[in-house]
């Protein structure tokens, strides 16, 4: 864990050089597929410059030192940064993504980059060009996804915390099968500049750690204005640990009714329940609240990611860098044979679809309506946010399922993002904790979303009930 | 040209790149030339995870433009992705303004061959440059140093009724964005260039034609050829029976002809919409009447004054505003003078002389607009005759030295005192006594005699006319 273990290092009871190695010796085991690429050499010598300035007395914080991991498509200058795709396979970036840089100013030890589903198109990392990540809690199941392979690295103790992406759940999902603490934050908080783009109107990245604490010290990391990304907010930066402390005496957390949906896990629900009653006994009131466009929420997102991701990939041509097809005689040629070579069919999916909704004639059928009901549902949420302050439901309806079910079921898989969607479309926060185990072992994750830019009551309610139910879970 | 029931019907698409010293969303050069692939960053190769920062420069040059151009600056517009595969796009998409241009409305005033007219503009958006490709033998090869060059769109309403008329409202257009310093107004170098729509339509109808868009227009010579070509091509079409197609034509000045490069059914669906990376541009309406308050007086409007204020024949206002930096010094000089005629006399005759000699600009100029009112006040001091006045001016064109020091130094000064002009008077007529006596029996054209050889003993430096003045006082007896 980032704070126990900066304690430690503070205390000298160890080195950065000595818990990097022992990182790097579990990620080399790595059994859970967790990492793509190790940079064994960046992170020895990043780790013996902190040792060596915790001498000079001139540490840089709290995560000076500390080994974390990043999801395979924030870019880290000189490594290789794939998105889990074969297209970018030999990709080598020439620069930092912008959390990259913050990360490694902050004094965090980069271990390596992370296994994630395709340029982020999944919920399983089933869909990564290169191998399926396992969960650490029972490798037969997925650990979630897209940023998989982060939760699995945190899950398994390799690391103390990664960073992730979420376009529609895809920090808070893999959190959620992992037992881990997963924070989307306010779209515009994080600089998206640096992380390959999926669906850039939805795009966030966060961090993914084992304490709620650990999760504001990251973003405390990483977050804040950024000159290079255009829609980063000048929002005030926070002292994040300051706001843990404030509990949750007289907030008002509401429970959407659309959100405990048919088909549910009834162990999660009850999970989720007796999180909101141990909220209540802290002092927190629940309400019972309704958000009536969440039924759209699925369909708005599949036009909206699909279009943009059709636009973000079409850089991919084989032309500059990236995969390339050999022997190629024409340039039409070259397109289509690059691109088929190099994308996956879940991309080649939604490529297919965005382009079909952005095409003349069914512009305004598709991505119009879409951003309109898009609308509908942020005001939804305007109008909850007015009588609640936070709003508390299940991360995921489901357990992690097995590595070989839903793979020929696309439409099956996109409905298991029911609950974490709406957030992106909202760009609101949204927090990921567990909230309990089920009777098989599995971890189970509640959902906290807040109003934008008030990642201080969500990091606050979670400590507060990470404190009361003081779940001790361990890979077994 | 088309047959005489028929006429022509034109609008134009005017790229403008904006003189910005880097790109539309990066810190890269736009500087012409340069090895290939020099003026680029990672955002202009689209490489993974890049994205666009609008320069602000360029808004402030899309809103001086859209000013002068007399149009709406929008206080709220967007971009918007325009797709299309090709190597010389990077992104695999163009930044451009779709549904929300920066500026809608306005018009461009020109003289005509029947006078004055105005053509109005539909819209005016801002986009960025592609790269471009270099063909060699077998393969091709991309340099993306134009890629994501800021461009300004200027579109004008099917307006035009001329090839003629065409290429004035272009000269126009071009003259004012040079004025503003919003363009270099190069054609050859692709900073200004023009695709032209063309469709013809019989007299007194009034249902336009199908249109062809000209492509590969790139001097004002072409423009005219191509849309007299294509006029005549459509004409003879219809005469003959036949329809135009909808399409986009190449000209081909060799051939002098226009031919197909694709059919609106090969257009490209450029799936457009908002990018998603830019939020909408907001301009306030501070902002924009800043700029406003900033704009400069337009050269047609200058030029009008100068004829109708100052008195200048209009040939003169058409050099003096042919270029703002002359424009701005004649005005600098006009203010230490005060006699517009004088001013223009000396810009259009001796400026323009040692500036053609010289091959060199007014911006170049050694002197100031203070010396030059130094030489004309000197003029009509009498203190240098009207010949030392152009040798003092040309001494000074070149050396930019004070008058005061050159007409000491080459001894330009006249001599206005009568004493040394008596002497050498009297000097004169004692050595032809003949003369005088020819003088005094009537022939008083004579005093030209003397009156050179007065100069000639006084160095060339009398005031002719006083010399004059005393001679006939002198001869008279």
């Known amino acids: 864990m980032i704070a126990a273990l900066g304690k430690a290092l503070a205390e000298k009871s160890t080195t950065s050089l000595e818990t990097t190695t022992t990182a790097l010796t579990a990620a080399k085991r790595d059994t859970f597929n967790a990492f793509l690429a190790i940079d064994e050499a960046g992170a020895l010598a990043a780790a013996k410059a902190s040792d060596e300035r915790r001498a000079r007395g001139a540490t840089l914080g709290p995560l000076d030192g500390v080994p974390v991991a990043l999801k395979d498509n924030i870019l880290t200058e000189g490594v290789v940064t794939t998105a889990g795709s074969k297209m970018l396979a030999n990709f080598t970036p020439p620069y930092d993504a912008t959390v990259t840089a913050r990360l490694k100013a902050a004094g965090a030890v980069i271990l390596g980059k992370t296994n994630l589903d395709e340029f982020g198109m999944g919920s399983s990392t089933v869909n990564s060009a290169f191998k399926p990540t396992k969960n650490p809690f029972d490798a037969t199941r997925t650990p979630g996804g897209s940023s998989g392979g982060s939760a699995a690295a945190v899950a398994a103790g390799i690391v103390a915390g990664a960073l992730g992406t979420d376009t529609g759940g895809s920090i808070r999902q893999p959190a959620a099968f992992t037992g881990l603490v997963g924070l989307k934050p306010t779209y515009g908080r994080v600089s998206r500049a640096g992380v390959i783009a999926y669906a850039s109107s939805l795009d966030q990245v966060g961090p993914m750690t084992r304490t709620v604490e650990d999760a504001a010290l990251m973003l405390e990391a990483i977050e804040g204005f950024d000159a290079a990304d255009s829609t980063s907010s000048d929002a005030k930066k926070t002292s994040w640990r300051e706001s843990l402390r404030s509990g949750v005496k007289d907030l008002r957390i509401g429970l959407p009714r659309e959100y405990f949906v048919d088909g549910m896990d009834p162990e999660i629900e009850r999970s989720v329940r007796a999180a909101a009653k141990q909220l209540e006994s802290l002092g927190a009131s629940i309400v019972d609240l309704s958000l009536p466009h969440t039924k759209f929420a699925l369909a708005t997102y599949y036009v909206i990611a699909p279009c943009e991701a059709s636009s973000n990939l079409g850089r991919y041509d084989g032309v500059r860098y990236g995969h390339r097809a050999a022997d190629v005689k024409q340039l039409k040629e070259l397109y289509e044979r690059s691109r088929s070579e190099g994308f996956g069919s879940e991309v080649k999916r939604r490529i297919m679809l965005g382009t079909f909704a952005l095409s003349s004639g069914y512009y305004d059928a598709y991505y119009r309506k879409a951003q309109q009901v898009r609308t509908l549902i942020t005001r939804d949420f305007e109008q909850a946010f007015q009588n609640v302050d936070v709003v508390l439901s299940a991360t995921s309806p489901v357990l992690p399922w097995k590595l070989d079910e839903k793979l020929d079921d696309p439409l099956a898989m996109y409905l298991m993002d029911v609950l974490t969607l709406p957030c992106n479309l909202a760009g609101l926060p949204g927090l990921s904790m567990p909230c309990g185990v089920s009777s098989s072992g599995l971890p189970i994750g509640v959902q906290l979303l807040g109003k934008r830019f008030d990642e201080a009551t969500l990091l606050c309610t979670a400590q507060s009930l990470e404190s009361a139910l003081n779940l001790k879970q361990e890979v077994r | ?477």
């Not at chain 2, 270029?323 to 006009?334: N, P, Q, V, W």
């Not at chain 2, 009297?426 to 005093?447: C, D, F, L, Q, W």
């Open chain 2, 1 to 477: 040209m088309p047959r005489s029931d028929f006429q022509v019907v034109i609008g134009l698409e005017v790229h403008a790149q904006l003189l910005t010293t880097s790109k539309l969303f990066s810190g890269a050069s736009t500087s012409f030339g340069g090895a290939p692939n020099a003026h680029t960053s990672i955002v202009c190769l689209g490489l993974p995870g890049v994205l666009p920062v609008l320069n602000q420069q360029a808004v402030e040059l899309a809103i001086r433009a859209g000013l002068a151009l007399e149009c709406t600056v929008a206080e709220r517009s967007e971009w918007s992705r325009k797709h299309y595969f090709y190597p010389d796009l990077p992104k695999g998409y163009q930044i451009t303004q779709y549904e929300f241009p920066v500026c809608l409305g306005g018009r461009v005033t020109f003289d005509g061959a029947d006078g004055e007219k105005s053509v109005r503009l539909t819209r005016i958006h801002m986009e960025e440059d592609a790269g471009k490709l270099v063909h060699e033998g077998s393969v091709s090869l991309v340099d993306l140093n134009r890629a994501g060059t800021p461009l300004l769109e200027i579109v004008s309403e099917p307006d035009l009724r001329s090839a003629d008329d065409a290429v004035e409202y272009l000269k126009s257009l071009r003259d004012i964005l040079v004025w503003i310093g919003v363009n270099d107004g190069n054609l050859e170098e692709g900073s200004f260039r023009c695709d032209a729509n063309v469709s013809v339509m019989r007299h007194g109808s009034n249902t336009f034609g199908t249109r062809c868009e000209l492509k590969n227009l790139n001097s004002f010579r072409f423009i005219k050829q191509a849309i007299e070509i294509e006029a005549t091509r459509q004409v003879e079409i219809i005469e003959s029976g036949g329809k135009v197609d909808q399409e986009t034509r190449l000209f081909d000045p060799q051939r002098a002809e226009t031919r197909s490069m694709r059919s609106k059914e090969d257009a490209h669906d450029y799936r457009y919409f908002p990018d998603p990376d830019l939020p909408p541009l907001l301009l306030s309406k501070d902002r924009i009447e800043g700029e406003r308050a900033k704009q400069p007086e337009l050269p047609r409007a200058r030029r009008r004054r100068y004829v109708e204020a100052l008195g200048l024949p209009a040939y003169d206002a058409g050099v003096l505003t042919a270029d703002r930096a002359m424009s701005e010094f004649f005005e600098r000089c006009l203010a230490e003078v005060g006699d517009a005629k004088q001013v223009s006399n000396w810009f259009m005759g001796e400026l323009s002389r040692l500036l053609n000699e010289s091959k060199s600009t007014i911006s170049q100029v050694k002197f100031t607009p203070a010396q030059f009112g130094a030489v004309l006040k000197a003029v009509k001091d009498s203190v240098v005759s009207g010949p030392g006045a152009k040798e003092l001016f040309a001494d000074l064109f070149a050396t930019g030295k004070e008058p005061s020091v050159i007409i000491q130094e080459k001894g330009l000064a006249q001599v206005n005192d009568d004493g040394p002009l008596l002497e050498a008077i009297a000097a004169a007529m004692a050595e032809s006594p003949k003369n005088v006596e020819s003088y005094r029996g009537g022939n008083t054209k004579i005093v030209g005699y003397f009156v050179g050889q007065v100069m000639k003993k006084v160095g060339g430096k009398g005031n002719p006319k006083r010399i004059n003045e005393l001679l006939v006082e002198k001869l008279k007896g």
